[in-house]
């Protein structure tokens, strides 16, 4: 069965109830807030705003990866994140900390430098071919997401044999690679409109309890994204109700970490399905 703790650096995360994971992101071009958090006062009013509403996973992100956006190097990658890791290692101590990004060496000196608890690649490692090796050598958990390409050609044709046994087959393989190498931590992410059509994702989020079969924590990032504003035509800005519908949806399927750019509203649904479902 699905493991009831991740160990975060000897930290147990109960996993038995969902946990949100607050997204901040520190891109100037992130689809909906990005340059929203680029100064220290800012980042550190919204960490406490997220705190305030629920949130047990901070995300923290330097490389945006919407489709088409511009790449970034490594050093720029690190440059952005730095001060914010310093920053909430001084007055977040305690907050857990997940790092946003696919470099082995952006992973290794967030988790060696700040003490960071977790490693969120959108890539599954495919981006980076030491990022395995290294996750083995810090022993943190790792959110291995699906992606078809990058985030520069994902969106241009995604086109697949049958959307969920190519994600299964995927994360079959990748979960191989991870324990072969003595990772034990291992969540998994669909990566909802990572290379995937709007009815691709819609199918994937129907039949998201067949992901359970590998018997590992299931991330969602729903949060506004384009299956949403674009199916209700809309912009990112007004599809939170959308996200809230969707959130419910994979939380009744079995998601076990909620992504999302909206707390309170998150926590709400948590709560609710709770409730509901306690008279299953």
């Not at 109830?17 to 100064?39: A, E, H, Q, R, V």
């Not at 945006?64 to 007055?91: C, D, F, Q, Y």
């Not at 990112?236 to 509203?265: N, Y």
Request: one cysteine or more.
């Amino acid at each position: 069965e699905t493991p009831k703790y991740l160990n975060c650096h000897g930290r147990l995360v109960d996993m038995s109830k969902p946990l949100i994971m607050g997204i901040l992101n520190i891109t100037p071009d992130s689809f909906f807030d990005g340059g929203s958090y680029s100064l220290p006062e800012d980042q550190e009013r919204r960490i406490n705003e997220m705190i305030g509403e629920g949130m047990d996973i901070l995300d923290i992100g330097a490389y945006s990866s919407r489709p088409g956006a511009s790449h970034i190097s490594s050093e720029e990658e690190w440059t952005r994140l730095e001060p914010v890791l310093e920053m909430i290692s001084e007055k977040f101590e305690k907050q857990l900390l997940s790092i946003d990004t696919f470099r082995s060496e952006i992973a290794r000196r967030a988790v060696k430098d700040f003490g960071v608890s977790i490693v969120n690649d959108i890539s599954g490692g495919s981006l980076d071919d030491k990022m395995l090796d290294t996750i083995a050598g810090l022993q943190v958990p790792y959110v291995m997401m699906h992606m078809k390409g990058t985030p520069q050609t994902m969106q241009e044709k995604p086109e697949y044999e049958d959307v969920i046994e190519d994600i299964m087959k995927y994360f079959n393989s990748r979960i191989w690679s991870l324990r072969e190498r003595g990772i034990k931590d291992i969540i998994i992410d669909p990566g909802f409109g990572f290379g995937k059509t709007i009815d691709q994702n819609y199918e994937i989020l129907e039949k998201l309890n067949q992901f359970h079969i590998f018997n590992l924590p299931i991330l969602v990032g729903l949060s506004r994204k384009s299956m949403i504003y674009k199916f209700l035509n809309q912009n990112p800005s007004e599809a939170l109700d959308g996200s809230i519908v969707l959130q419910v949806i994979a939380l009744q399927k079995g998601a076990q970490i909620i992504r999302t750019h909206d707390i309170a509203a998150a926590d709400i649904c948590r709560k609710l399905v709770e409730k509901v479902s306690a008279y299953r």
